[in-house]
Nanobody, 124 residues
Framework: QVQLVESGGGLVQAGGSLRLSCAAS????????MGWFRQAPGKEREFVAV????????RYADSVKGRFTISRDNAKSTVYLQMNSLKPEDTAVYYC?????????????????WGQGTQVTVSS
């Protein structure tokens, strides 16, 4: 079992930056692939970014590529999402997710554990 707690969300103007954190507790964090997803009102949850257990491999949604960076610190059992050049369309609840194994998938159904989410609002 892994428990995930996100933090760092808030209100920011377009063009601004935020850094989200996801702290994990429970079984060995280093064994898990970690992902970030988001869900806007009235929309399905969508993939944002994923990072392998070692941090050597990452994937991004096309909509955030070049603006967002996912990273992890296994010693702190924490994964981060640095979000720059934020746009109003980035407004959503952002969720951290974890899965075991070595693949780095982009589908919601491939992840086993989820945090409660943190709200990010970008004003125009």
């Amino acid at each position: 079992q892994v428990q995930l707690v996100e933090s760092g969300g808030g209100l920011v103007q377009a063009g601004g930056s935020l850094r989200l954190s996801c702290a994990a507790s429970g079984r060995s964090f280093g064994n898990y692939v970690m992902g970030w997803f988001r869900q806007a009102p009235g929309k399905e949850r969508e993939f944002v970014a994923v990072i392998s257990w070692s941090g050597s491999s990452t994937r991004y949604a096309d909509s955030v590529k070049g603006r967002f960076t996912i990273s992890r610190d296994n010693a702190k059992s924490t994964v981060y999402l640095q979000m720059n050049s934020l746009k109003p369309e980035d407004t959503a609840v952002y969720y951290c997710a974890a899965k075991s194994g070595i693949t780095i998938p982009v589908l919601v159904r491939n992840y086993d554990y989820w945090g409660q989410g943190t709200q990010v609002t970008v004003s125009s």
